[in-house]
């Protein structure tokens, strides 16, 4: 495993360690994975400085303890070389998003994790690849991981508990593992598998769902419910089969569909984070596109607005920008200062994470995302985005609510058919 893939694993387990009250016997991969969020989140792709009270409001909104955990986390960061401290603030050495998780494995292996944590990692990536039973991949933990046989319960038991994994009984013996990475690669055969379990009528509603994401990148959750009915929408949705993301702002939630490979083509990592961006990045621009004003700072002709920001130039002044890129700002991604340009002056914006901007950028020149895309996305700003893993998990869990079986002809014949 590489360390850009170890490092998504484990900034994934961490975002689940969150959850639970306790992460004991996972501490060094909670501790990687936190220095690691608030690395991606000071971060930028050039090397920049952030003072104290930013640094506070980032690690903030990374879900960070600024009085327990952050201190903790600048020392770990700094042991390893990747920011200076001062007594003003941190500057960080010109790390952009890949580099970041490579640095988070690094933090990782540096810890030296028991063999446990390790190994909650390689059950996350098999489960990843296709569904597998506890029984066939059990013999292949202890071995690769010299762990006795109670050991390898108790990280069946934790992985399911906190989350690493999703599990569905099979039997009083059997269970299935899998996750919502199933579908960011190797997706072809995935998908015709999962159209193989499925009655003709649901293979129809399905194939055109999916054309339709092809074509238009991304459309609203009520248009995809509508087309595949509230049953099988959401059988494929607790599966991982489409991401969902949700934009929010003081008045309304709205969701919105992706394909978990829409930028698999501009990236080989199966990287939560970096997609996440770059999906928030999207929804916010196209929201500019579709629902500001004149006025206030209507986006006419974005690919020459992020060609811009992907250069380094910054962009405005516009009143738009103060107040529609709040999620982007708190994630690092961007940057909004007062500036003068051409005359005019008031807020200005400059993209602080190249490789994000490149993605977006891509998705929107072949995604078709320009004209389709978030045509729901409320009518005010934007001020929250939950990505697709969070919402996966809570469709998740009402599925299981439901019926529990009513993912299990699926994961089977994806675990034993479809070329996998």
Known sequence: MDKKTQGSWLVHHTNKLQGVTNQVGYEKTFLAGKAGILLSAVSA??????????LGV?????????????????????????????????????VTT???????????????????????????????ISPVLTKDVAEELADTFRLVKNDVDR?????????????????????????????????TEKIKAVLDSLKPAEQLALTELTETLRKRACVSTDYGMK????PLFQKVTAVGLFDI???????????????PSAFSKFSSSMVDDAFDLAKAFVSSVTYGMTKSSWARGQIQMVDVLLSALVRGES????RAIAEDYKVLELKGVVEVKEGTKNGRTGPMLRLLKTDVGELALQAIRQGDVSEH????????????????????????????????????????????????
């Open 227 to 230: 087309v595949l009915g509230e």
């Open 98 to 128: 890949s580099t970041a998780l490579e640095r988070t494995s690094d933090i990782f292996e540096f810890l030296s994790p028991r063999a446990q944590e390790i190994a909650a990692i390689r059950l996350a990536e098999r489960a990843s």
């Open 155 to 187: 990280l069946f038991t934790d992985s399911e508990s906190i989350g690493f994994v999703d599990t569905e009984r099979l039997g009083l013996n059997d269970t299935l593992l899998f996750n919502g990475n199933l579908f960011r690669r190797e997706t």
């Open 245 to 259: 993301s949700v934009v929010s702002n003081s008045t309304e939630d709205v969701g919105f569909m992706t394909l």
């Open 45 to 54: 792709s050039r090397q920049i400085t952030v003072n104290n009270e930013k």
């Open 58 to 94: 980032l690690a903030q909104a990374a879900n960070i303890n600024t009085t327990f955990e952050l201190p903790k986390l600048l020392d770990v960061l700094e042991q390893q070389q990747l920011i200076d401290r001062s007594p003003n603030g941190i500057a960080v050495l010109g």
């Open 373 to 420: 895309s978030l045509n729901a996305l409320p009518t005010a700003a934007v001020t929250t985005f939950n990505g697709p893993e969070t919402n996966r998990e809570k469709v998740r869990r009402t599925q299981t609510k439901v019926s529990p079986q009513a993912t299990n002809d699926m994961l089977s014949i994806l675990r034993k058919g479809g070329g996998l």
């Open 315 to 318: 962009v405005g002044p516009v």
